[in-house]
């Protein structure tokens, strides 16, 4: 099943005093870039979430948010710095003595200066470190399958739409293979006509007038593109129903399709053709369009 880059997936997971949410946004990308942006103190776990993820998107830039709340006081430690503490007394009492101050050094006044008490959140114990991983994986999972879910959808729709526009370059090729007989006929008739009006009484050459159309009929002969232009066609619909990751196949193709037509609006010398080949190249540039968002 074909996949847009395009998608969003939340998951949530709440266990062991834990809450993890994480969102997960794509947008079409040359490349596969995914961004993890993680709480500090889950910052080692960047790496296994960003393998999660490139294991189900392939193509696209991805950004990857975990949202972390500890429903509890589990993760939180306060710490006492009693080095520096002693050192801001010592510093206080030599004020005091210095300047005569009678004031007593209050918990307050020491606790007050930075880093003497301090707040940790970090994880210390191998088993809550367990704890938080399994509950952000599940949370991860769940996000993953559903940004795929979507990307699958609009992935189907693009794929619907791009079979009706092929639909219609098959009708319009069908046209030029139609006309293209006649445009040789259609060239040895105006040149008679511009011969008979130029030379008058004179008798036309006919060896020479079947030698100018000859040439110009090999000149303006568009058979093998329009077969490559089926062929091409054909391969794209085949590619269509791969389950692999298609996008640059496809681009390719595009590429292709559209130098077979160029070249059939540059060598048959036809204004009905012309006009057809202006109505391809409209379709196929709204092909190369919705394959820029295929991953």
Do not use: W
Not at 71 to 79: E, M, P, R
């Amino acid at each position: 099943m074909i996949k847009s880059m395009t998608g969003y997936g939340r998951g949530e997971c709440s266990k062991y005093n834990r809450k993890f949410v994480v969102e997960i946004k794509s947008v079409n990308h040359r490349y596969n870039d995914i961004n993890v942006k993680l709480p500090r103190i889950l910052s080692g776990l960047e790496d296994p979430v960003r393998k999660m993820v490139s294991a189900k998107v392939s193509r696209g830039k991805t950004d990857v948010y975990v949202n972390y709340e500890a429903l509890g006081d589990t993760d939180v430690t306060i710490k006492f710095n009693e080095v520096l503490a002693d050192e801001y007394y010592k510093v206080l009492g030599s004020i005091k003595e210095r300047y005569g101050i009678d004031e007593k050094i209050s918990i307050s006044s020491i606790s007050r200066f930075q880093d003497v008490i301090s707040v940790d959140r970090g994880i210390d114990d191998k088993q809550e470190m367990a704890e938080m991983q399994e509950v952000l994986f599940e949370a991860v999972n769940v996000a993953v399958l559903n940004i795929v879910s979507m990307r699958e959808k609009e992935g189907a729709s693009l794929k619907g739409d791009i079979l009706e526009k092929l639909k219609g370059i098959e009708a319009m090729s069908a046209k030029i293979v139609e006309r293209a007989p006649l445009v040789a006929q259609v060239f040895k008739e105006k040149l008679t006509q511009r011969l008979t009006e130029a030379l008058k009484d004179t008798e036309l050459d006919e060896a020479r007038l079947l030698m100018e159309i000859t040439i110009f009929a090999d000149r303006s002969c568009i058979d093998e593109e329009i077969t490559r232009l089926a062929s091409h066609i054909v391969q794209m619909k085949s590619i269509l129903e791969e389950n692999d990751s298609i996008g640059r196949k496809l681009d390719f193709l595009v590429q292709e399709m559209n130098r077979e037509v160029n070249t059939i609006g540059s060598k048959a010398s036809d204004i009905e053709i012309t006009q057809i080949v202006v109505d391809l190249k409209s379709e196929i540039e709204k092909i190369r369009e919705q394959i820029q968002n295929i991953e």
